[in-house]
T-cell receptor, first 115, second 111 residues
Framework: GPKVLQIPSHQIIDMGQMVTLNCDPV?????FYWYKQILGQQMEFLVN????????KSKLFKDQFSVERPDGSYFTLKIQPTALEDSAVYFC?????????????FGEGSKLTVL | QQQVRQSPQSLTVWEGETAILNCSYE??????FPWYHQFPGESPALLIA?????NKKEDGRFTIFFNKREKKFSLHIADSQPGDSATYFC??????????FGQGTKLSIKP
C-alpha cells in the first residue's frame, strides 16, 4: 500500500537544541498532518497543512514548533528550542482528501528523546 | 467538545470470543468515524470506518455499530484471533479537517 516515510526513525538531542523531523508523504497526497504519541498512548493532533498553509493547530503546537513543505519536498516539523516534554514519537500522516473524507496514511514515526 | 472518549483502556478475551470496544464523542459536527489499529513499534493503520448515514458497517470479522442519537459507536471483533492483539484507536473527524483520536484500547487475545 501507499507509504509515508519518516526520517529519522530515532533522534536523541539535548534540551534547547533544534530538531527537524522529516516526512515524505504519499505521492499526490495534498493534506499533511503531525501527531504526537507518548509511550503508546493517545495519538494527539498537532497540526494539519494544506496548500502550503497551516489549516489548524492544537494547543500542543507550541510557538517553538513550525511546519513547512518547501517546493513539494519533505513536509517538516521543526522544534526550536526543544524541551524535555517534547520527548515522544511524532507521526506524520497524509491523505488525498480531508480527514473526514479519506484515509490517513501514517508513517512509522520519529522517536524523539530530549535529554 | 472536541474529545473522543474510549473504553475500556485494556481488554482481554479468549480466542474465538467477540471483543467489544466502545467510543463516544461530543461534537455533533463530526461525520466520519474510523477505527485504527496499531501493533507495537508500528504506525496506526485504518481498520474500518463509518459515516452517520449508516448505523452499522461490516468488514469480515469487524463490525462498527453507530448510535447517532447517543453519540456512541463501537467496534466488535468476532471470532477473535491472537493476531488481533494490538492497540485499537477510535477517531472522529468533521469538516475542520483534523482527526481526533480516542485514548486507545489495548486488546489481548488469549489462545
Amino acid at each position: 500500500g501507499p507509504k509515508v516515510l519518516q526520517i529519522p526513525s530515532h533522534q536523541i538531542i539535548d534540551m534547547g537544541q533544534m530538531v527537524t523531523l522529516n516526512c515524505d508523504p504519499v505521492s499526490n497526497h495534498l493534506y499533511f498532518y503531525w501527531y504526537k504519541q507518548i509511550l503508546g498512548q493517545q495519538m494527539e493532533f498537532l497540526v494539519n497543512f494544506y496548500n502550503g498553509k497551516v489549516m489548524e493547530k492544537s494547543k500542543l503546537f507550541k510557538d517553538q514548533f513550525s511546519v513547512e513543505r518547501p517546493d513539494g519536498s519533505y513536509f517538516t516539523l521543526k522544534i526550536q528550542p526543544t524541551a524535555l516534554e517534547d520527548s515522544a514519537v511524532y507521526f506524520c500522516a497524509s491523505s488525498s482528501l480531508g480527514s473526514n473524507t479519506g484515509q490517513l496514511y501514517f508513517g512509522e514515526g520519529s522517536k524523539l528523546t530530549v535529554l | 467538545q472536541q474529545q473522543v472518549r474510549q473504553s475500556p483502556q485494556s481488554l482481554t478475551v479468549w480466542e474465538g470470543e467477540t471483543a467489544i470496544l466502545n467510543c463516544s464523542y461530543e461534537d455533533s459536527t463530526f461525520d466520519y468515524f474510523p477505527w485504527y489499529h496499531q501493533f507495537p513499534g508500528e504506525s496506526p493503520a485504518l481498520l474500518i470506518a463509518i459515516r452517520p448515514v449508516s448505523n452499522k458497517k461490516e468488514d469480515g470479522r469487524f463490525t462498527i455499530f453507530f448510535n447517532k442519537r447517543e453519540k456512541k459507536f463501537s467496534l466488535h471483533i468476532a471470532d477473535s484471533q491472537p493476531g488481533d492483539s494490538a492497540t485499537y484507536f477510535c477517531a472522529a473527524s468533521g469538516d475542520q479537517g483534523k482527526l481526533i483520536f480516542g485514548q486507545g484500547t489495548k486488546l489481548s487475545i488469549k489462545p
